[in-house]
T-cell receptor, first 114, second 109 residues
Framework: IAGITQAPTSQILAAGRRMTLRCTQD?????MYWYRQDLGLGLRLIHY???????GKGEVPDGYSVSRANTDDFPLTLASAVPSQTSVYFC?????????????FGPGTRLTVL | GQNIDQPTEMTATEGAIVQINCTYQ??????LFWYQQHAGEAPTFLSY????GLEEKGRFSSFLSRSKGYSYLLLKELQMKDSASYLC??????????FGAGTTVTVRA
C-alpha cells in the first residue's frame, strides 16, 4: 500500500543523546517535510526538501538536521536531545505540483526527552 | 510568514451543523487547506480553496474570501465520528504550509 512510513512509533530518550527519526515514502513525491506538533501550537515546520539533494529550514529548525540523499527517504536527526524537543513528529510529502496538490502525512513519532 | 487563527474548541449535537472559522494574514497566498485529525492519528486532507467562494464535498463545505483573509469549514449532519481536530492551513508561494493551532470539535449524542 502506497504511503509514508515513520519509525520508531514512539521513543523515550535521555537528554543529550543523539536520535534519528526515519521517514520513507513510496509515492515518488518530490517534496518532503518534517513537522512537530505540540498542544496549543499546532503543526510547525522544522525542515523541508523540495527535491533530492536539497533541504531548507522551516519555522523551528534549531537543534535538528535533515538530509535527502534520495527521493524516498528523509531522516530527521536530533544531535543532542533536550526536553523541549518532546513532541509528536510528523513527516509529510507532496508532489509540489500546485493546485489542490495536498501534503500526505505519516503516522507520526511520539518522542519524549527526559 | 503566516498568522492563522481559529477557535480552540467547539461542541455540537449529532445531526447538527457546525461552522469553523479561520482567519489568516499572509505574505504570499497560494491556497488554503482544511485537514481533519483524529486523536493520536495523522492529519488527513479534507478540502482545498484557492478562489473565492464555496467548495462542497458531501457533508463538508469550505468557503474562502481572499480579500478578507477568511475561510470557514462547514460540517453538516454531524456524526459521532466527526469528533476530531480540524486544521486550517495556508500555502505560500514556495508551496510550504503554515497551520493554525486547530479546532477540536466534540459531537454529543
Amino acid at each position: 500500500i502506497a504511503g509514508i512510513t515513520q519509525a520508531p512509533t514512539s521513543q523515550i530518550l535521555a537528554a543529550g543523546r543523539r536520535m534519528t527519526l526515519r521517514c520513507t515514502q513510496d509515492m515518488r513525491h518530490n517534496a518532503m517535510y518534517w513537522y512537530r506538533q505540540d498542544l496549543g501550537l499546532g503543526l510547525r515546520l522544522i525542515h523541508y526538501s523540495n527535491t533530492a539533494g536539497t533541504t531548507g529550514k522551516g519555522e523551528v529548525p534549531d537543534g535538528y538536521s535533515v538530509s535527502r540523499a534520495n527521493t524516498d527517504d528523509f531522516p530527521l536527526t536530533l544531535a543532542s536531545a533536550v526536553p523541549s524537543q518532546t513532541s509528536v513528529y510528523f513527516c509529510a510529502s507532496s508532489r509540489l505540483a500546485g493546485g489542490p496538490d495536498t501534503q500526505y502525512f505519516g503516522p507520526g513519532t511520539r518522542l519524549t526527552v527526559l | 510568514g503566516q498568522n492563522i487563527d481559529q477557535p480552540t474548541e467547539m461542541t455540537a449535537t449529532e445531526g447538527a451543523i457546525v461552522q469553523i472559522n479561520c482567519t489568516y494574514q499572509t505574505s504570499g497566498f497560494n491556497g488554503l487547506f482544511w485537514y481533519q485529525q483524529h486523536a493520536g492519528e495523522a492529519p488527513t486532507f479534507l478540502s482545498y480553496n484557492v478562489l473565492d467562494g464555496l467548495e462542497e464535498k458531501g457533508r463538508f463545505s469550505s468557503f474562502l474570501s481572499r480579500s478578507k483573509g477568511y475561510s470557514y469549514l462547514l460540517l453538516k449532519e454531524l456524526q459521532m465520528k466527526d469528533s476530531a481536530s480540524y486544521l486550517c492551513a495556508v500555502r505560500d508561494s514556495d508551496y510550504k504550509l503554515s497551520f493554525g493551532a486547530g479546532t477540536t470539535v466534540t459531537v454529543r449524542a
